[in-house]
Structures are given as C-alpha cells and as structure tokens.
C-alpha cells in the first residue's frame, strides 16, 4: 500500500514522569491519518482518551475503539493505527523494565507518495 503525507502531522510529547514509565502522547487533527508503528519488546497500554480509532496487531484487525479506552498492544506485535474522526488523542504507555528507553523490537517501513 502506498501512503501520502498528510501536511498537518500529529503532535507528539514525550514524558516521563517517573523512573519506570514513558508516555508518549499524541494528538491527531484528521480522520483518515494512519499511524505507523512498531513492534515493542514488552506488552504497553494505548490510552486512546478522544476519539474513534481501528487498530491493527500483525495485520489483524483488533477492532474499532472509541476513547475513553484502553487497548493491550502484546509484545513483539506490530501494530498500526488509522483516525475514524478529527482531533483523536492517545498516549501510548510503557514500563521501562529497567531500562533508559522503550526498547523497539521491529519497525514499520511504509511506502510514501511523492508529492
């Protein structure tokens, strides 16, 4: 699938509040935007707060989810997202395990249209 760059991106803040957790939330100004991922080396939590999302695990549909809600992304799964309705905001929640960082296990690489 080939995708096209939205000009308004989502706003991302990083935050880490204590030793053992990193939030990184998000908001989405448009419906239709697909949020590539990646696969985490250990389970977190998508707090997705407002709005309409459909999430994928390993290309398979996990389900249209409307915020407030939580939704279980497992560990080693890749995972994607596409915005149903404008202004969606969600925070993704990991555990450190330890750790200075989200440990990354795989990547996305998707294809973008030239403009």
Do not use: N
Not at 13 to 40: C, E, M, Y
Not at 53 to 72: C, H, N, Q, R
Not at 73 to 93: E, N, Q, S
């Amino acid at each position: 699938m080939i995708y096209r760059k939205l000009d308004e991106q989502p706003v991302t803040v990083d935050l880490r509040l204590t030793d053992d957790l990193f939030i990184k939330t998000a908001v989405v100004p448009l419906a239709g935007t697909v949020i590539p991922s990646h696969a985490h080396a250990y389970d977190h939590v998508t707090l997705l707060a407002v709005g309409r999302m459909s999430v994928w695990a390993d290309d398979v549909p996990l389900g249209e989810f409307t915020g407030p809600t939580g939704i279980l992304i497992r560990a080693k799964v890749k995972h994607r997202m596409l915005t149903l309705t404008d202004g969606v905001v969600f925070a993704c929640v990991h555990a450190l395990h330890g750790t200075d960082d989200v440990e990354i296990h795989e990547e996305h690489h998707l294809t973008i249209e030239e403009a």
